[in-house]
């Protein structure tokens, strides 16, 4: 059993991973680089969304091959880990978020395409990514929060990810209405992630942390860049001291996923 790692702006490896190697995998989506090794003694499967030197803005990330790799590797459950600008002024900066909710009303893809893997009509996999509350696993999240705590890193539960286009940062006002509809967060990749992992039925938990305060959340007070590059950097370290703690607790409980998908040709 294998756990699947997405990371992004300033985490390019993973620390402590011991034997990794690099593949190239063909998806029927392209190609995509996925790092296979051990992590806290469990076998897991890592993606760079930017790549090294950060090759990749937001928005050149092929997230359709991403994650189709990491089901066709075998993962049975995907973090994502995500630096992210803070939309609720109560949350301090460099704390992780756990989220439970999740605003991507657009629902699409990079190259504006929509964000499915159900092309094709009649395919026999096509479905309904059905809801029942959260998009995101309940077992995955509670390992997240789990090894975080015996860690002693400060992680809130729950809050509302805002996937928002990239590659520029808002402008005030569309971070006010972001807020208007409860967003704690934002960033830049991780509502598509949230979106392909459920329709593989695979369980996915997003970990943010929090680099800045996203624009005239605090008014006057922007955030210096030298303080979200600081932050950024910052970042892996943490991210990677919940991941030891986690992904034994995932492979010792094998996850669920979120909702139900509705797979016409099943019924």
């Known amino acids: 059993m294998a756990i699947g790692i997405i990371t992004g702006s300033g985490t390019y490896a993973l620390a402590d991973f011991e034997a990794a190697e690099a593949t190239e995998v063909d998806t029927p989506f392209g190609r995509a680089t996925v790092t296979r090794g051990s992590c806290a003694g469990v076998m897991a499967l890592h993606v760079s969304r930017h790549l090294a030197g950060h090759t990749r803005l937001s928005n050149h990330v092929t997230h359709r091959a991403n994650i189709w790799a990491l089901k066709e590797m075998g993962a049975i459950a995907v973090i994502g880990c995500t630096v992210c600008g803070v939309v609720d002024p109560s949350i301090e900066l460099g704390s992780l978020i756990v989220f439970d909710d999740l605003h991507f009303a657009s629902n699409r893809l990079p190259d504006g395409s929509l964000c499915t893997f159900f092309t094709e009509p009649g395919d026999p996999e096509r479905g309904h ?3 029942h509350g ?3 696993s309940a077992d995955v999240r509670a ?8 860690v002693g890193r400060s992680a ?4 509302t990810y805002g996937h928002v286009d990239g590659p520029r940062f808002n402008t005030p006002t569309e971070i006010a209405r972001l807020a208007a509809c409860g967003v704690t967060a934002v960033s830049q990749t991780a509502g598509p992630e ?10 996915f938990a997003l970990m943010g942390f929090a680099t800045d305060y996203a624009n005239e959340v605090k008014p006057g007070e922007p955030t210096p860049v030298s303080t979200l590059i600081e932050l950024m950097g910052r970042s892996s370290a943490i991210f990677a001291d919940v991941l030891r703690g986690a992904l034994p607790r995932l492979v010792a409980r094998p996850p669920s996923p979120a909702g139900t998908v509705y797979r016409f040709d099943r019924e």
């Open 129 to 131: 990514w059905i809801l």
């Open 134 to 136: 959260s998009p995101f």
């Open 143 to 150: 390992a997240l929060l789990a090894a975080a705590a015996d």
């Open 156 to 159: 809130r539960d729950g809050g």
């Open 194 to 203: 949230t979106v392909l992992c459920g329709e593989l039925e695979l369980p």
